[in-house]
């Protein structure tokens, strides 16, 4: 069973932030939080990954509550483009493999 | 690169058929995978790879067998194709190097088993 909860779907208004969600309250100390997502019928694509702190790249935000139960994926201006189904997955260093669950779908709304 | 490649796009197969799933990466990654996904579904591990001759089963391995004879190449294998297997099929790959990079997956096979 996948170690995450998230909504199964939120809308966001196109050029507003995308807030998405995941509770992750068994998380052992060495588990990362990661997030991919998937664009209508395509492979997904990797977003970003974090420990404890706060990570940022060029797609996204990635907040971690302090006690790691829960984190949020923050897209800071969506666009239609970033209508896809979001996976936050916790998974260990080495060779443990991705496990997904069942995402949130997000739509992005003009 | 090209990446992460799959063949063939589409496949229809007859009960009890069977069939090889071709995957293929060309950035040296060690670890290999192979994911099935239903309809409105997330995506299901079946087997994975950490290296050449090695491999391990997921979530989902019965009815399918795979084999690791080179880095590059990961093939799955319906041994008799069943209605339960229709599915799209995507393979991934990931350095192993401290096992926290990204994993890339393919396009994706699209199999139908009538």
């Known amino acids: 069973d996948a170690k995450t909860t998230q909504p199964p779907s939120m809308d966001c208004a196109e050029g507003r932030a995308a807030n998405l969600p995941c509770n992750h309250s068994t998380i052992s100390g060495n588990e990362y939080v990661y997030w991919y997502r998937q664009i209508h019928s395509q492979g997904p694509q990797y977003i970003i990954h974090?420990?404890?702190n706060n990570e940022t790249n060029e797609m996204a935000s990635l907040i971690i509550t302090e006690d790691r139960k829960s984190s949020t994926l923050i897209l800071p201006h969506a666009t239609l483009r970033d209508t896809a189904v979001y996976y936050c997955?916790?998974?260990?260093?080495?060779?443990?493999?991705?496990?997904f669950g069942k995402g949130t779908r997000l739509s992005v709304i003009a | 690169n090209a990446g992460v490649t799959q063949t063939p796009k589409f496949q229809v197969l007859k009960t009890g058929q069977s069939m090889t799933l071709q995957c293929a990466q060309d950035m040296n990654h060690e670890y290999m995978s192979w994911y099935r996904q239903d309809p409105g579904m997330g995506l299901r591990l079946i087997h994975y790879?950490?290296?050449?001759?090695?491999?391990d089963q997921g979530e989902v391995p019965n009815g399918y067998n795979v084999s690791r004879s080179t880095t590059e190449d990961f093939p799955l294998r319906l041994l008799s194709a069943a209605p339960s297997q229709t599915s799209v099929y995507f393979c991934?790959?990931?350095?192993?190097?401290?096992?926290?990079?990204?994993?890339?997956f393919g396009p994706g096979t699209r199999l139908t088993v009538t």
């Open positions: 790879s950490v290296g050449a001759g090695i491999t």
């Open positions: 974090g420990l404890k």
């Open positions: 991934a790959s990931r350095s192993s190097g401290t096992g926290l990079d990204e994993q890339y």
């Open positions: 997955i916790v998974r260990n260093s080495g060779n443990t493999p991705l496990v």
